[in-house]
């Protein structure tokens, strides 16, 4: 039981930021399994697992808000789908470092663009037109691809590119976690059919899970409450964090 309840609190505040900013919940959660010498491609499977039921709540919740684009998201549903699956089976066959040091780059540089437009520029500019199927099928291939293979990427990857193209950071944020649901849930299946159920450890998952379910629908409310300029800004800052977490870690000084 109290294994459970220091889970419920990993997941809870993982997801408050996640289900507000559109990312950071398999980052932080994976962080915290592989602390504690958890393999990485274990760590992803059971922060993916937890996934499948925070992000069904925290998609749901974001809708009824109106936050998601239904065009938007079935455009990175189905991309992303496919590049879980394939990220899960890389992620057992070789390490996700190289990659993660690429992709914590060019997330620093997308971060200060970010802050930039939202910190510094007088009058914020917001598409009317969703990005074409050109930016987003690549997108949600490569951030669901990136996060089965790395235990997070998804949300810092799709939401941080979308809003950077000055797409409106309510709906992105909504659209990349509503989008979200289906690719943590084939990367789950596909991970319990490599790995095998009898390795996971499911009261971390169920912890995860728990925390998770208790504070997705708060996190999509003040998502929708939070005004555009700060919520960028947010966005902006908490990328970068990561970012530079990602890069610090591949150098072996974390």
Sequence with gaps: MEIILVWSVVGLFAQLIDG???????VSSSTALISIGVSSALASASVHTAEVSTTLVSGTSHFKLGNVDRKMALRLVIPGVLGGIVGAFVST????????????????????IILYKFAFKGTLKIRTKN?????????GFVAAFSDALGG??????????????????SEAIGSVNFAEFFV???ESITFIFLIGPENFNWLIVVGLMTGGLICAPFAAILCKK?????????????VMILSVRMILKFAGLI
């Design 93 to 112: 066959w070789v390490s996700g470092k190289p990659l993660s040091v690429v992709v914590g780059f060019i997330l620093l540089a997308m971060g200060f």
């Design 20 to 26: 507000t900013l559109g990312m950071a919940y398999g």
């Design 226 to 238: 939070v005004s555009h300029r700060i919520l960028g800004m947010l966005v902006g800052v908490t």
């Design 184 to 186: 943590t849930t084939a």
């Design 131 to 139: 990005p074409s199927s050109k930016t987003l099928v690549p997108l």
């Design 152 to 169: 997070g990427g998804w949300g810092p990857i799709a939401t941080t590119t979308l809003v950077t193209n000055n797409v409106k950071p």
